[in-house]
């Protein structure tokens, strides 16, 4: 039987009409969904990238029958960071809390920067993508957002190098945080009381 995705990948290479077929659309979503052949899918789709990026952005926005969309999520995630998909930054951002695992981890701040990344695959995918989606996530900041959003946002600029935006930006989130230490110490006092 001759693999799907190879011949999907093949038409891409190609010029071939496979981009706007749907099925092809939906074969590619189930290979970056399916965790045991994301790798592979992924390879693939890295040898006809600028050919592949609008079939890879054109899956953000529907939905597959059959398809886990967390796992497809987690995939395309995967995929954008390790091709650096500028234009995938919009998607990375509106799904910055997306995680590998489908259940919840309460504390993933606390790991180191490699186990954060490893948990979080638009937060690495962001961080491999470089210094615009530095830039992006300062804008967005500015944007209504949880507060595991925005401590997403915070370590993804933090953990990118050469933005000159970044060390005021980062700076300001410790002004800001250390205003709060100072009303919640007051106000624990005060509370007590």
Not at 2 to 25: F, M, P
Not at 53 to 61: A, C
Not at 107 to 126: D, G, R, S, Y
Not at 149 to 176: C, D, N, T, W, Y
Request: proline fraction near 5%.
């Amino acid at each position: 039987m001759v693999n799907r995705l190879l011949v999907v990948t093949l038409s891409l290479c190609s010029g071939g009409r496979a981009l706007g077929q749907s099925h092809d659309e939906m074969a590619l979503a189930r290979r970056l969904a399916n965790e045991a052949d994301r790798k592979n899918a992924i390879s693939f789709v890295a040898a006809a990238k600028v050919r592949a990026v609008p079939l890879l952005l054109n899956l953000t926005k529907m939905s597959v029958p059959g398809v886990d969309e967390h796992d497809l999520q987690v995939g395309l995630a995967d995929a954008f960071g390790a091709l650096k998909i500028r234009e995938a930054i919009p998607f990375l951002l509106l799904n910055i809390n997306l995680r590998r695992p489908k259940y919840i981890d309460l504390e993933p701040w606390i790991k180191t920067a490699e186990a954060i990344e490893q948990l979080c695959p638009a937060v690495a995918a962001l961080i491999s993508i470089g210094p615009d989606s530095s830039i992006a996530a300062m804008r967005a900041v500015n944007q209504a957002m949880t507060p595991e959003e925005h401590l997403a946002i915070v370590f993804v600029v933090s953990q990118i190098r050469g933005v000159p935006e970044a060390k005021p930006f980062l700076s300001a989130i410790i002004g800001r945080a250390d205003i709060e230490r100072s009303f919640a110490e007051e106000g624990i006092g005060n509370v007590v009381k």
